[in-house]
Nanobody, 115 residues
Framework: QVQLVESGGGLVQAGGSLRLSCAAS????????VGWYRQAPGKQRELVAT???????NYADSVKGRFTISRDIAKNTVYLQMNSLEPEDTAVYYC?????????WGQGTQVTVSS
């Protein structure tokens, strides 16, 4: 079992920045990939960024150059630094951990970007 707890969401003006955190606990040594996803009202959940066990990163085209995924292994935490935020980035952001046989999800954190 893996438990994920997100934090760092909030309300920010367009052009501003936020940093989300995803703290993992439990059987973290089974995790292969950690990712951030988001879901806006009335839309499907979409991939934002991922980071693999060996540190390879992947980003959605819509956030490339603005968002950065990183990790602190000692703290078992993955971060999502979000810069140059746009109203279109408004969504609930979820942390996801992929192990061999299943996925784990956090409870989500709301990000609201005002214009």
């Amino acid at each position: 079992q893996v438990q994920l707890v997100e934090s760092g969401g909030g309300l920010v003006q367009a052009g501003g920045s936020l940093r989300l955190s995803c703290a993992a606990s439990g059987n973290i040594f089974t995790i292969n990939v950690v990712g951030w996803y988001r879901q806006a009202p009335g839309k499907q959940r979409e991939l934002v960024a991922t980071i693999t066990r060996v540190g390879l990163r992947n980003y959605a085209d819509s956030v490339k150059g603005r968002f950065t995924i990183s990790r602190d292994i000692a703290k078992n935490t993955v971060y999502l630094q979000m810069n140059s935020l746009e109203p279109e980035d408004t969504a609930v952001y979820y942390c996801n951990a992929q192990v061999v046989t299943e996925d784990y999800w956090g409870q989500g954190t709301q990000v609201t970007v005002s214009s």
